[in-house]
């Protein structure tokens, strides 16, 4: 009996189905269609029946072994209930806290022996330090610490690009350092190692006397364009800033990739149609609220986890991503002229993603293969 391969979202194996499970499941995907669901919701329609299917490019990439690595991303949204159950058990450990630690100073500091108390007590301390039950724990990202996800049913899945890249940025730069905040500097120093108050002052004042000049200098300058060359050749020397190299932070990474499709056939056409159209459709937000107040209000977009694989499993000798956002997306339909297929499908479409992470990856996060 013929079988046809349907991928799956969970590393490990595409299912396959009988040709009679395909028919099925196609009626399924036509029904859902035809009621007003999404493709989305269309593809989750068939995993409710014959467990998690994807879309993929090309169709089998996921159970070709000589294809072998490719990309997964799972799509997360943020779930309203979850957020507002989030809020009620954020404010129901505060209330627990306040609570006993008023009952612990009116006994004068001393614990309750209730070891049920206790527990309840450790148990909210610990949803507070965990970013109050969303499992986001520590994350430096405010957004997935404090918005619970939802990841959705299903996954897409394509080939990996000819190169992928990865950049580490830490960030530095110049600072002017004063002479007066060196003069500071200098005179805590001094303080601290028993240097007399006078000769503190005294170099205080010599050094903001010459940075007086230095500023009038500016001032006249401006005024007259020229004169602070003119004497600094008379004195054959210059005024220069004293500067210093200064760590300022750690930049988020960005992740850029560039796929082309060029389906073999109308199943695989539609397949990449729906794939442009769930990067469009999740990167996008909606408007909220009615527009009360004078202005309008948007919910936030659904955000990516990234994986890369071999043949069925995460590649470990390549860096892990964390949680992205879709910051931008670029669709060309044709190459050096358009052409088409039957009933207008484009032969080519090039599609270009970036994201950017939530988190700021720290020396922690290397330690974890990030």
């Known amino acids: ?91 129901k450990a505060e209330r627990i806290i306040a609570e006993t630690d008023q009952q612990i100073i009116a006994r004068g500091g001393s614990s309750s022996d209730d070891e049920e108390a206790l527990a309840e007590y450790r148990a909210a301390q610990a949803t507070l330090a965990s970013g109050g039950g969303t499992g986001a724990g520590e994350s430096n990202s405010i957004l997935l610490r404090n918005a619970p996800v939802k990841r959705l049913t299903g996954a897409i899945s394509l080939y ?35 240097k007399a108050v006078g000769d503190q002052f005294a170099d205080f004042f010599e050094n903001a006397a010459h940075s007086a000049r230095k500023s009038i200098w500016g001032a006249i300058d401006t005024i007259t364009p020229g004169a602070k060359t003119l004497y600094a050749i008379e004195r054959g020397r210059i005024i220069t800033p004293k500067m210093e190299v200064m760590f300022e932070g750690i ?55 990234i994986q890369y694989m071999h043949i069925g499993y995460e590649n470990r000798n390549l860096n892990k991503i964390g949680t992205c956002a879709l910051t931008k997306m670029d669709v060309e339909y044709g190459g050096d002229r358009y052409v088409s297929h039957e009933g207008g499908v484009p032969q080519t479409t090039k599609l270009t993603l970036n994201f950017t992470e939530l988190e700021i990856i720290t020396k922690d996060h290397i330690d974890q293969g990030y």
């Not at 002479?179 to 303080?191: E, S």
């Open 1 to 91: 009996m013929a079988h046809i391969r349907v991928s799956g979202n969970v590393p490990g194996g595409p299912r396959a189905l009988t040709a009679s499970e395909a028919v099925q499941a196609g009626k399924i995907t036509a029904d859902a269609m035809s009621s007003g669901a999404t493709p989305w919701e269309a593809a989750s329609a068939v995993r409710a029946k014959y467990g998690t299917t994807s879309l993929s490019y090309p169709l089998n990439v996921e159970g070709d072994s000589q294809l072998g690595h490719y990309i997964m991303f799972f799509i997360n949204k943020i779930d309203p209930s979850a957020l507002q159950a989030a809020s009620a058990a954020r404010g």
């Open 251 to 305: 930049g988020r990474r960005n992740f850029s990739y560039v796929f082309t499709f060029i389906p073999k056939s109308a199943t695989e056409a539609k397949a990449v149609h729906n794939i442009v159209w769930n990067f469009k459709y999740h990167m996008a937000a909606n408007y909220v609220g009615g527009g009360q107040h004078g202005h309008r209000e948007m919910d936030i977009p659904n955000i990516f986890d």
């Open 160 to 194: 990996m690009p000819p190169n992928v890249t990865v950049n580490y940025e830490s960030k530095w730069a110049d600072q002017d350092v004063g002479i007066l905040a060196q003069t500071g500097f200098d005179a805590i120093k001094g303080f601290m190692a028993g």
